[in-house]
Each structure stands twice: as structure tokens, then as C-alpha cells.
């Protein structure tokens, strides 16, 4: 059972190399969807103000209104995503094979209490993520530019992907969000 899973996510890294050599977009897409299929408008709103305020980040929602785990596993593996909003039990669910990047250095865990959970973690070298303890996601609801636009739904994490294309764009942007 452990060989096959290795084989599928060594399958995924391909593609995920695969496609990343097909050309590099500018900007940051954030992949969102959520299991109360809310609306496209606060999203909206999020965006507008995160692309006035930060616009040389070129940020974008790819906010996909009915929650599907095939379409989440798509996304992480070949989505070009550099940050996925996604329920907790998802967030948790993928980064145990070391899907996210660790925010410590960015963001203060006692902030984000509700972030920092047990998940995989890739060293250089190993083909294994080893489980450590660390900061992997920031709370939607406790996300001041979710606040100002009201939609703070419970249960979201939003997560910087190993596998982002920038991946110091995708913390600054997660950072303005979080900082309003």
C-alpha cells in the first residue's frame, strides 16, 4: 500500500515538473473552494482589493464553488496554484506527504493558533515527508481582508504550496491577506 501511494504522488511530481517547464504565468493564483459552496462575490471583493493594494503581484482567485476531493487532488498536483484555500480535514489530509510550506518564518503561530498542526514536512534528500509540528496554515476567519469583505467562513485554511511557481509572491500575498 505505501509503495502504490509513493508511485502516485511520484506520478503527480512528474506532471507537476511536466508542466511547469510548458511556461511560467506572472501573478499568484489561489485555488479556493469550500464545502458550503458559498458565493463568488466576497471573493470577488478580496480580489479587487488585493490587486489595488498589491498590484504587482497580479493575484487571482480560481474559487470553485462545489468542493470535489478529485478536483482539489488536480489542483495540488497540476493546478499552477501558489496558495490553496480549502477546508481544514483537506488541508490536513494533503500535507502529511508535504504539500505546504512551513510559515513559521512568516507569520507568529500565536496569532494563528488554530494554523499550526502536525503535517509532513520534505528535508532535502528524502522522498518521505518526516511529521513535525509547525505553522502550515492561516485561518480564513482570522484573514483581515476576508473580515473586511464578510465572508469568514469556519473550518478554512489558506496554505502555501510546495509547489508554488513563486513562492515568496504567494507569502507576500498570504501576508495581505491576512494583514488587511
Keep these: 500500500m505505501k509503495r502504490k501511494k509513493m508511485g502516485i504522488w511520484m506520478l503527480l511530481i512528474a506532471s507537476i515538473l511536466m508542466l511547469a517547464g510548458c511556461g511560467k504565468e506572472d501573478g499568484v ?25 498589491v498590484p504587482d503581484l497580479k493575484a487571482e482567485f480560481n474559487y470553485s464553488p462545489m468542493f470535489d476531493l478529485q478536483k482539489v487532488l488536480v489542483e495540488y498536483a497540476a493546478g499552477g496554484n501558489s496558495i490553496v484555500i480549502l477546508p481544514e ?3 490536513k489530509i494533503y500535507g502529511k506527504d508535504g504539500a505546504h510550506v512551513v510559515l513559521d518564518d512568516y507569520f507568529d503561530q500565536a496569532d494563528y493558533p488554530d494554523g499550526v498542526f502536525e503535517s509532513g514536512v520534505l ?32 473550518g478554512m485554511l489558506a496554505c502555501v504550496l510546495i509547489n508554488a511557481p513563486d513562492k515568496d509572491a504567494a507569502i507576500k500575498v498570504l501576508q495581505k491577506l491576512a494583514e488587511g
Design 29 to 53: 493564483l489561489i485555488f479556493m473552494s469550500d464545502k458550503a459552496s458559498s458565493s463568488r462575490e466576497g471573493i470577488d471583493v478580496i480580489q479587487e482589493k488585493l490587486n489595488a493594494d
Design 89 to 91: 480535514d483537506s488541508i
Design 123 to 154: 528535508k532535502d534528500g528524502d522522498r518521505d515527508a518526516t511529521l513535525e509540528k509547525h505553522l502550515f496554515g492561516i485561518p480564513v476567519k482570522d484573514m483581515k481582508m476576508f473580515q473586511d469583505a464578510g465572508y469568514t467562513p469556519d
